[in-house]
């Protein structure tokens, strides 16, 4: 089964400042990568979806997919206070198999 | 918006209890989903459902069953809790199976099991 890392555990970044996050797993054959935010106590709300190696990105956020290095990472422009939260990197497993989720990145933004 | 609508948002009670927990989409929307998200954040899929059938269930303790009623609603029933499965129960809904089908959440319930 596909597993799923994620670092830094926490990261502390000033507003404005490039936040960069990482993500790890362990089988490359899987179609699908997707970054989520998870805000304290809130639903989950999936900010980028990336299918093939390259780059994609959907306004601040930009992810990064490297099929063969198994790495996808987010990178998140000019970071406000409000993106402060927990960010989820998630593999989907195939048809109806849902997603695999790591532990999550720690995002503080401060003024 | 939300539009994946979850009650009770917190439920506290104790060993061997049944508990029952409900979800609803208003997206129209034909695959529902229940994750388990445990005391360290750790996220992991439990059931998905499609046209009132069960697409996967990952090995969860037969305690745990899901019931639909019709493809909006999900809900997450606990025979005999145990302290285990104290955690935060998330669904979410899609509109087919595939890969690339974006999956929308729900604000969670927060189990707690004395």
């Known amino acids: 089964q596909q597993k799923v890392q994620q670092s830094p555990e926490s990261l502390t970044v000033s507003e404005g400042a490039m936040a960069s996050l990482n993500c790890t797993f362990s089988?490359?054959?899987?179609?699908?990568f997707r970054w989520y935010r998870q805000h304290s106590g809130k639903g989950l709300e999936m900010l980028v979806s990336?299918?093939?190696?390259g780059e994609k990105e959907e306004g601040r956020f930009t992810a990064h997919l490297n099929r063969a290095s198994l790495h996808v990472s987010l990178h998140i422009r000019e970071p406000q206070p409000s993106d402060s939260a927990v960010y989820l990197c998630a593999v989907s497993e195939g048809y109806a198999q849902g997603l695999t989720f790591g532990l999550g990145t720690r995002v503080s933004v401060f003024p | 918006e939300t539009a994946v609508f979850q009650t009770p948002n917190y439920h506290v009670t104790q060993v061997g209890n049944e508990v029952s927990f409900n979800c609803k989409q208003t997206l129209g929307h034909d695959t529902m989903y229940w994750y388990k998200q445990d005391s360290k954040k750790l996220l992991k899929i439990m059931f998905s459902?499609?046209?009132?059938?069960?697409?996967v269930n990952e090995t969860v303790p037969r305690r745990f069953s899901p019931q639909s009623s019709d493809k909006a609603h999900l809900n997450l029933r606990i025979k005999s809790v145990e302290p285990e499965d104290s955690a935060v129960y998330l669904c979410a809904s899609s509109l087919g199976q595939g890969d690339y089908a974006e999956q929308f959440f729900g604000p969670g319930t927060r189990l707690t099991v004395l």
């Open positions: 459902y499609n046209n009132k059938q069960l697409i």
């Open positions: 089988d490359g054959t899987s179609d699908n």
């Open positions: 990336i299918f093939s190696d």
